[in-house]
């Protein structure tokens, strides 16, 4: 995967390791991993045959759990590192371009912006991409100028205690109601799902994810997780929610701006730099760039997905086209109890 980068000098601020190589680190978590993997409990697959349990969490065995284990073992991050971290479908590739636009957008004009060219996914690339991409001139974490903006998946609890320590990077977590998250999964992960394999029909999927077998689930662990790192370190965590985007996207990237360190300012704001960055990051701009219709993504060796996989409806509520009385109920149920006493609540 090619990362766009503004530039590449190298600003020296830590590097990912200092004496032993990067295949050594690798070769070790290599180890560590096949000696844990046998043991691990296995779940049904939405696009692999299975999902292993690791740490309280479902992960794919493969790309999932190994880089789970190598950012455990030897990521080091910068303290002006910025992670975009979500459970899958809730909302990732819009903040990616949302707080890719809102911290370059002194480097960048609207007209000719990088978004208008180049996928968000592109502009700001999963963390994963240092492990995947083997040609790492192409990916290569140590050269990535600060800002670094890297997007995770993995679960609050799980990350190392160099990157939720006080003094070290920031986050914006981004969560959407499960009942939305639970359709566009599913109908995501059918497309990607290989051919010889029968689609996953909807009931089985929402046992799956009702009894948290699914990518980075349970869905309520990985919330609750960032809400409260959120309620204990607020200077560290901006929790989001993709409907109060949808509702007043103005205000919440203004909030945006200003937890990440890059305020908008009063004549940014008149000359309209915020409405500008929402139109630019929008459903229906993003969706009908050439880039995002016909352009694919390498997530993995295996995984390659169209770019336009990403843009389905970005609606608030499309539950309400799929899933039946009785479903809705029980997730209602299911997160009701689960966030209880939380303060978090998702609107039904
Ligand atoms: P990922 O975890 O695979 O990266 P992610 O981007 O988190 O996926 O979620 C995709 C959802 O965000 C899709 O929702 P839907 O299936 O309900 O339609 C997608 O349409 C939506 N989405 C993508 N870009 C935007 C955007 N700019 N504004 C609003 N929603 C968006």
Not at 71 to 76: A, G, S
Not at 199 to 223: K, N, R, T
Not at 301 to 328: A, P
Request: proline share 6%; net charge negative; hydrophobic share 35%.
């Amino acid at each position: 995967m090619a990362a766009f980068q503004p530039s590449l000098e190298c600003d020296n601020i830590s590097n990912i390791h200092s004496e032993q190589t990067d295949s050594d680190l690798i070769q070790k978590t290599d180890e560590r991993y096949r000696e844990t993997l046998p043991n691990l409990p296995k779940g049904k697959g939405w696009i692999t045959e299975h999902l292993v349990q690791y740490q309280g969490f479902w992960l794919t065995p493969n790309a999932a759990l190994k880089i789970l284990m190598w950012v455990q073992d030897h990521f080091k991050p910068r303290p002006t590192d910025i992670f975009l971290a979500s459970f899958p479908k809730s909302g990732t590739t819009w903040l990616k371009a949302l707080i890719f636009a809102t911290v370059n957008r002194t480097r960048y004009g609207f007209a000719d912006h990088p978004l208008l060219t180049t996928g968000p996914h592109d502009c700001f690339p999963f963390l994963d991409a240092h492990l995947q991409e083997k040609d790492r001139s192409r990916f290569d974490l140590d050269r990535f100028p600060s800002p670094r903006l890297l997007s995770i998946h993995i679960p609050y609890i799980l990350l190392p205690n160099s990157m939720t320590d006080h003094q070290s990077c920031r986050f914006v977590y981004i969560c959407r109601d499960p009942k939305d998250v639970l359709v566009s999964k599913w109908l995501f992960l059918n497309k990607l799902r290989p051919k010889d394999l029968p689609p996953i029909s909807l009931e089985e999927a929402f046992e799956l994810f009702c009894q948290g077998i699914s990518h980075y689930g349970p869905f309520w662990d990985h919330v609750l997780g960032y809400w409260e790192g959120s309620l204990e370190t607020p200077e560290k965590i901006l929790f989001l929610k993709y409907e109060d985007l949808k509702k007043e996207p103005l205000v919440v990237v203004k909030r945006l701006g200003d937890f990440l360190g890059y305020p908008f300012s009063l004549e940014e704001e008149s000359k309209g730099v915020v409405e500008e960055i929402v139109k630019l990051c929008s459903f229906e701009n993003l969706s009908t760039l050439e880039v995002n219709k016909v352009s694919e993504q390498k997530f993995s060796k295996d995984t390659i997905i169209d770019n336009r996989h990403f843009f389905r409806k970005g609606k608030v509520g499309d539950w309400k086209t799929y899933l039946t009385t009785e479903m809705v109920e029980r997730l209602d149920e299911i997160t009701y109890e689960k966030l209880l006493g939380s303060g978090l609540v998702f609107g039904s």
